[in-house]
């Protein structure tokens, strides 16, 4: 994103780009290996599901309110991995019995086991820069879908990564760039302020719950890259040759910060509570590790110069 359009220019933090993420082409995820990724019937979120099938999942179940895109998903998942339990659920992530529901369900298909909640459900709504033309139904959606709903998956979906035992222990929000801009053709506020929102609660979650004695997860917000997904169909012109990048990008970055387990866990325990972005090369965002966590980088914060 270019800084006129009210960024910091988070993307060139890290020098190396990519528009399709890491090689997990060798990539085995240790056995079992459970995954619940809520938004999951489309674009990014069924390149989620499609790169931990391709990376050797033993369990993985996808939810979201659209049960014909689950399903189309599940059998692409299944193409991939055979011997995966690939199972369907619907789930509104606005609610918090579907939530708690899809909680029980996933302890029992995995017998308490849970490595990865992968929270990629999202509303941008009907596209505009004007605040006084949002329509107040839409505005009310995205805070509800985009940071409601991380609340939701946090309250219900955490305790069942906190209590396994040697598993990778991974949550994570798929956010975006969007959090820091605030002016240019693509600030349509709704979907922008959310995501801020949405950012901040994660970074809460990893304060309560990212230390060795309250479960040791890591609370991984994750910006996908620009993929010209159906969500993006509506966004400007002057955006859409942005949308360069792939769909299962970052699916492909998830997968590898979370592929080792336990050891996988504690090696990348440091992003924990920050912001990073899927287009960053692996290598080059290891090499920033000591300069992100002496400056306390990649959180949102005030300033007082």
């Given at each position: 994103?270019?800084?006129?359009?009210?960024?910091?220019?988070?993307?060139?933090?890290?020098?190396?780009?990519?528009?399709t993420?890491?090689?997990?082409?060798?990539?085995?995820?240790?056995?079992?290996?459970?995954?619940?990724?809520?938004?999951a019937?489309?674009?990014?979120?069924?390149?989620?599901?499609?790169?931990?099938?391709?990376?050797?999942?033993?369990?993985?179940?996808?939810?979201?309110?659209?049960?014909?895109?689950?399903?189309?998903?599940?059998?692409?998942?299944?193409?991939l991995?055979?011997?995966?339990?690939?199972?369907?659920?619907?789930?509104?992530?606005?609610?918090?019995?579907?939530?708690?529901?899809?909680?029980?369900?996933?302890?029992?298909?995995?017998?308490?086991?849970?490595?990865?909640?992968?929270?990629?459900?999202?509303?941008?709504?009907?596209?505009?820069?004007?605040?006084?033309?949002?329509?107040?139904?839409?505005?009310?959606?995205?805070?509800?879908?985009?940071?409601?709903g991380?609340?939701?998956?946090?309250?219900?979906?955490?305790?069942?990564?906190?209590?396994?035992?040697?598993?990778?222990?991974?949550?994570?929000?798929?956010?975006?760039?969007?959090?820091?801009?605030?002016?240019?053709?693509i600030?349509?506020?709704m979907?922008?302020?959310?995501?801020?929102?949405?950012?901040?609660?994660?970074?809460?979650v990893?304060?309560?719950?990212?230390?060795?004695?309250?479960?040791?997860?890591?609370?991984?917000?994750?910006?996908?890259?620009?993929?010209?997904?159906?969500?993006?169909e509506?966004?400007?012109?002057?955006?859409?040759?942005?949308?360069?990048?792939?769909?299962?990008?970052?699916?492909?970055?998830?997968?590898?910060?979370?592929?080792?387990?336990?050891?996988?866990?504690?090696?990348?325990?440091?992003?924990?509570?920050?912001?990073?972005?899927?287009?960053?090369?692996?290598?080059?965002?290891?090499a920033?590790?000591?300069?992100?966590?002496?400056?306390?980088?990649?959180?949102?914060?005030?300033?007082?110069?």
């Amino acid at each position: 994103m270019a800084d006129e359009w009210g960024t910091n220019n988070i993307q060139s933090f890290i020098p190396k780009q990519t528009t399709t993420g890491p090689d997990i082409s060798q990539v085995r995820l240790p056995s079992p290996f459970t995954v619940v990724i809520v938004g999951a019937s489309r674009g990014i979120g069924a390149g989620i599901a499609t790169s931990y099938a391709r990376a050797g999942a033993t369990g993985l179940l996808l939810a979201s309110r659209r049960i014909s895109g689950l399903e189309a998903t599940a059998a692409a998942c299944r193409g991939l991995n055979p011997s995966a339990r690939v199972e369907i659920a619907s789930c509104d992530i606005t609610s918090a019995a579907d939530v708690e529901a899809l909680a029980e369900r996933a302890r029992g298909l995995f017998h308490g086991r849970l490595d990865v909640v992968v929270v990629n459900a999202g509303f941008s709504g009907t596209f505009t820069t004007d605040l006084l033309a949002t329509d107040p139904a839409e505005f009310a959606q995205a805070a509800s879908v985009n940071y409601l709903g991380l609340f939701h998956c946090a309250k219900y979906l955490l305790p069942g990564l906190a209590g396994c035992a040697g598993g990778a222990r991974a949550f994570v929000a798929v956010c975006s760039l969007a959090a820091g801009i605030v002016r240019g053709p693509i600030a349509n506020a709704m979907y922008c302020v959310s995501k801020t929102a949405q950012m901040k609660l994660a970074e809460h979650v990893h304060e309560q719950f990212h230390a060795e004695g309250k479960g040791g997860v890591n609370v991984l917000t994750v910006h996908p890259g620009a993929v010209k997904s159906e969500m993006a169909e509506g966004a400007p012109d002057e955006f859409k040759d942005f949308l360069i990048d792939d769909v299962e990008l970052c699916g492909r970055f998830c997968v590898w910060v979370t592929k080792d387990g336990e050891e996988g866990r504690r090696r990348w325990a440091w992003l924990s509570g920050r912001l990073v972005s899927a287009t960053w090369d692996v290598e080059g965002l290891e090499a920033k590790r000591e300069e992100v966590v002496k400056g306390n980088l990649l959180k949102l914060a005030l300033t007082t110069s």
